[in-house]
């Protein structure tokens, strides 16, 4: 491990999460390498998750969220709306079935 990634370890390590969760176990697993096995290097997917974890607790350590915010996989991006009903509505008129779709939001 890096040791920027032991550093963004051992902040996980003071969050509070849920009980049994898997945000726990994933702080907990990357905690214990850094502890035991700090030569060993994360896989590409462990390191994504742990930036991702840093980011969904960022407010319970800013001190090093604020490090490390510009990393690409430590950023929120905005779920995109689905267009789906437009694209129903195209293709019943296409072929030529008469839809009527009533949206409850």
Not at 35 to 44: D, F, I, K
Not at 93 to 100: A, C, L, Y
Request: glycine share 2%; aromatic share 10%; hydrophobic share 35%.
């Amino acid at each position: 491990m890096t040791p920027v990634q032991i550093e963004i370890s051992f902040a996980l390590a003071e969050c509070s999460m849920l009980p049994g969760g898997w945000d726990k176990r994933m702080m907990r697993t990357l905690n214990q390498m850094a502890l035991r096995e700090p030569e060993n290097e994360l896989t590409a997917k462990q390191d994504e998750w742990m930036y991702r974890l840093l980011y969904k607790y960022r407010r319970q350590i800013p001190h090093t969220f604020v490090k490390y915010k510009e990393h690409p996989h430590c950023n929120h991006l905005p779920h995109k709306r689905s267009n789906i009903i437009p694209t129903m509505k195209q293709a019943a008129k296409e072929f030529g079935i008469p839809v009527q779709l009533t949206i409850f939001e």
